[in-house]
């Protein structure tokens, strides 16, 4: 059982090696090589259960692991991918949250355009309803997350006085934080308002669930990346983080 483990080995670590030099999958790569390594561990495993009953117990309970592992990622996928379907574009808000996203200078990452597109969509339904566009300046970002939203929406026709800039935040976490302090001094009901959070399909479910650990009240109008392996690569990455939110943060 060792050889197929080591072929599986290989091919994993090639393939880390390959999509390591697409843009925005590193994330794909890091996993590749991980499993490149589980594979390596699951043929040791297998050589030392042939000599040692030892080795029989330690592969029997790596393997007892690896299946739980598996469950448990799988059951968090399918609450990701169902979230990140629902549609929420005609749904009623006192006002919208915009998640920021990498910005290239002063070009909207491709998650962010994708933002970008379903606020856009959310606003001209809902033409009385306020936004905070949330992201501050990161590495590589001249202006701030929330500028460039700014820019692209009153660029499409979009009041500008409709959009309060939240230009702080580094994270999620502090996203809603400070977008949720900026609503309160704008006088909106953060305790018993109804908010829309425009984010990555992928996003959804961790954006809510800060969004409830802030106080809010929110649903999520999801943005879907238009091309189909990077929407993969950050459905996966997104698991990771949420057992990381959900554990340690």
Known sequence: MSRPALAAAGIFA?????????PGMKFTAWLC???????????????????SRRGKVCKAVFLACLCAGA????????????????????????????????????VPSLALST?????EEYLSRHPQTPAVLSGGQGPGEEITEARAMYD???????DGGRLLLEERSTSTAENFAYSTALLRAEGFDTEN????????DFHCVRAQLLARRTGLNAFCVPAELPLAGLGANYYVREAFAMVKTVLFD
């Open 115 to 119: 933002r970008i597109d379903a606020a």
């Open 33 to 51: 090589a991980g499993a490149a390594g589980v594979c390596l561990l699951w043929a040791v495993l297998c050589r030392w259960a042939q000599t």
């Open 193 to 200: 308002g109804t908010f829309a959070v425009v984010t990555n």
């Open 14 to 22: 090639v393939l880390a090696l390959a999509i390591w030099q697409i």
């Open 152 to 158: 692209a929406l009153t660029a499409r026709g979009i």
């Open 71 to 106: 469950v448990g990622f799988a059951a968090i996928e399918a609450v990701l991918i169902f979230q990140g379907e629902q549609d929420h574009l005609d749904d009623p808000a006192d006002a919208v949250i915009v998640l920021g996203a990498g910005v290239n200078g002063t």
